[in-house]
């Protein structure tokens, strides 16, 4: 294994506190630094880390944590709009970097990260934890192996609880989030990239906020953020894609539904359930003949985090990559690919139209 991989983490809140319990389970892996200018946050932290906190040093930003050295890899978890800011002394001070999604939230900061990526010898990695969720994982592996024919249809819903409550409420107005379709569906785009193995060429988004947040008040100043949209993507290659989201469907059975069709078959996940159902074409008025198979997932990793044990996969292929073991899978190309399909999504449901991807530079 050879010596430990000194950890750093930028932003002890909620998803910092969820990489403090998978880090904790990753054989390598040492948190020995945090920086959060918030103290309740930092507290949080800490009791994570629980008897490891002791020789825990904590700074108020990353600058501060940078300056201090004793680090090898840093994690980026503080609000989406800070990013460019935060990774900044970063990127100065070599360290490999696991930045939290979205990778920023204006295309401009994502393509200025993606140039000092670049610059760097050290690992970058955007942090999309969908792709590894086991379910997800093998569907993926499934499509691309040809289980559906030629893919010519996506579909993606995610029905689940509104956003959650983060500290100074950034996370209600969109310019901290870079709006919904960026700051929670950049996942899916990525996923849509991922899968599809294409780029985008058009992106049509109907979607408001109808249900959530509508008593909010902050300063006077009423939320502005998508709760519910329809999504559609042309890509290069053809295959259209698709996004179904609601923030207020709580009781959904399965929070995420993934659907694949090609010429032979149709593919589906669903998750936390599990399973994997392959359904082949029969011909009309014939007996169906869908297979369903279920993916297992650790319980440890389960345990450890609220994405499907995701952010531990992910942790293991990151430091993996850190010791010079494996690749890089989540580059910070991939990351902007994803921001700016989100910005697209937020563009056209603003104004309504059908937005090309060209408009925005790509």
């Known amino acids: 294994m050879g010596n430990p991989v000194r950890y750093g983490l930028v932003g002890s809140g ?83 970097i696991l930045c939290e999604k979205p990778l920023a939230t204006t295309i401009e900061d994502a393509r200025w990260i993606v140039e000092r990526a670049a610059k760097t010898d050290k690992v970058f990695w955007t942090a999309m934890e969908y792709r590894y969720m086991p379910p997800a ?3 993926i592996e499934q499509v691309h192996a040809g289980r559906t024919g030629t893919l010519r249809m996506l579909s993606i819903r995610e029905h689940r609880f509104p956003f959650l409550e983060k500290v100074g409420d950034w996370n209600r107005f969109s310019r901290n989030t870079g709006g919904t379709m960026v700051e929670k569906c950049c996942h899916f785009f990525d996923l849509m990239r991922l899968i599809v193995r294409s780029e985008p060429v058009r992106v049509y988004c109907s979607g408001a906020m109808d249900v959530n947040h509508l008593d909010e008040l902050y300063e006077g100043e009423r939320p502005d953020i998508i709760d519910n949209s329809y999504t559609t993507v042309d890509f290069a290659n053809g295959v259209r894609a698709m996004l179904d989201l609601s923030m207020f469907a709580d009781g959904a059975e399965n929070q995420e539904e993934i659907a694949a069709v090609g010429d032979e078959a149709r593919l589906e996940v669903f998750i936390p359930e599990g399973a994997i159902v392959r359904s082949p074409r029969t011909g009309f008025g014939n007996p169906k003949r869908a297979e369903r198979t279920y993916v297992e997932v650790d319980a440890a990793a389960l345990a450890a985090g609220s994405h499907h044990g995701s952010t531990f996969y992910e942790h293991q292929r990151f430091i993996a990559a850190v010791r010079g073991e494996a690749p890089v899978e989540v580059t910070a190309e991939d990351g902007l690919r994803a921001v700016a399909i989100g910005a697209a999504a937020e563009l056209s449901a603003r104004e309504k139209r059908v937005v090309e991807m060209a408009e925005l530079g790509f």
């Open 14 to 96: 909620m998803m910092g506190v969820e990489h403090i319990h998978n880090l904790a389970i990753t054989p390598g892996a040492e948190v020995v630094a945090l920086a959060d200018p918030t103290g309740t946050s930092l507290a949080e932290a800490k009791a994570a880390l629980g008897g490891r906190a002791a020789g825990v040093r904590a700074y108020d930003n990353s600058a501060e944590l940078a300056a201090a050295g004793g680090i090898d890899a840093v994690i980026v978890a503080s609000p989406n709009f800070t990013h460019r800011a935060v990774l900044e002394p970063l990127f100065d001070a070599g360290l490999h």
């Open 137 to 139: 994982a093998a569907f």
